[in-house]
């Protein structure tokens, strides 16, 4: 496995085209403008993570890790919708309307596109995970002081998920489970294991700060990985002449189109027929389509079929009208999102 040329920098590795699928496993890393500040204090950050519970809430996300620095952060999540991009939209979105309104600014508050490269599990996301939580000894002011200060200062350190893997506290958001399990057959397990694993990084050259930066760039992984993520790319690539093709099918977890049909239906109090059948300004079919990208893991042009839409830029626009809902629209979206995920 190649390491990251010296020099390069984990944001400046820009990539087109963005790979999703259902269960893909991500380290997302994401850079205040121009590299301001996006945290000027503790009500910045508190308020971050309530975003961060919400939007995991949302979109369905397993929460594996994250980090929070003065001008950037880094999380670890899993995607069992394949919807990465929805999760970090919402994320960005949420947070950038409360700085900005906070601290009496306009403009972007965050560097262009996010970072976002894809983890193998096993020994990859448990090493990545060391490499991110050592994060904050590995800047100026900490990371020439003496190991035993370096841990010291990460065990204050109040804005990373390390305290939660390491039994000081739980977070009802964060899994830390899966990455706990990979730990267990060289150092020990649970929690103190845990401890060991990250605090050995600051030593062990071999393993920490200098070893797990990603490999590729696509992600971080054996090589079988790599060529996978290489194929998937490619076949991606091969569709972005047709926009409404770029995203993956999503696959995994699934809902029957017939099920999602029925389930807007009824929630909206209407025949499943009505809607397949043209109508102007018909907020129903809207959700039928949204339902149907998110839950039955179709293509704008696969809805666009089955709701007779015309085409996938159709059925984008359609989508697009969900935004901002009024109260009584936001309750029946989430009225579906309760009943389809229940159902799955």
Same mark, same amino acid.
């Given at each position: ?15 087109? #085209?963005?790979?999703?699928?259902? *269960?893909? %496993?991500?380290?997302? @890393? !994401?850079?205040? &403008?121009? +590299? ?47 919807? #990465?991009?929805?999760?970090?939209? *919402?994320? %960005?979105?949420?947070? @950038? !309307?409360?700085? &900005?309104? +906070? ?242």
């Amino acid at each position: 496995m190649t390491i990251l040329p010296a020099g390069v920098s984990l944001f400046s590795m820009a990539r087109k #085209l963005r790979i999703q699928f259902a *269960g893909a %496993i991500y380290h997302v @890393a !994401v850079r205040g &403008n121009a +590299r301001q500040v996006i945290f000027m204090d503790d009500r910045d950050r508190e308020r971050f993570l309530e975003s961060l519970a919400g939007a995991v809430k949302t979109y369905t996300v397993r929460l594996y890790l994250f980090c929070l620095m003065p001008n950037h952060f880094h999380l670890l999540v899993e995607t069992p919708l394949g919807n #990465l991009s929805d999760f970090m939209g *919402g994320l %960005i979105t949420s947070y @950038a !309307v409360y700085f &900005n309104k +906070r601290h009496q600014r306009s403009g972007h508050l965050t560097q262009g596109r996010y970072g976002a490269w894809l983890v193998q599990g096993d020994k990859y996301l448990l090493n990545l995970s060391r490499y991110l939580h050592l994060n904050p000894v590995h800047v100026r002011g900490i990371k020439d002081k003496s190991r035993a200060e370096r841990i010291k200062y990460l065990g204050s350190y109040r804005w990373s998920s390390l305290r939660f893997y390491t039994g000081h506290k739980r977070m009802s958001f964060l899994h830390t489970g899966p990455i706990l399990a990979q730990v267990t057959a060289h150092w020990g397990g649970g929690n103190r294991g845990y401890r060991r694993f990250v605090e050995n990084g600051l030593t062990d050259q071999d393993m920490s700060w200098t070893k797990w930066p990603e490999t590729s760039p696509l992600g971080v992984g054996s090589d079988e990985f790599l060529a996978e993520l290489e194929e998937r790319y490619r076949t991606q690539a091969d569709k972005a002449t047709k926009r409404e093709d770029v995203a993956f099918r999503k696959v995994g977890r699934r809902a029957e189109t017939d099920t999602v049909l029925i389930t807007v239906a009824k929630v909206f109090g209407i025949p499943k027929e009505n809607l397949i059948c043209r109508r102007r300004n018909a907020t129903d079919r809207a959700v039928a389509a949204w339902s149907l990208v998110r839950f039955a893991g179709l293509t704008q042009r696969a809805v666009a079929h089955v709701l007779h839409m015309g085409s996938g830029s159709a059925v984008s626009q359609q989508i697009k009208r969900l935004i901002n809902p009024p109260t009584s629209l936001k309750e029946k979206l989430a009225r579906v999102e309760q009943q389809l995920l229940t159902s799955n």
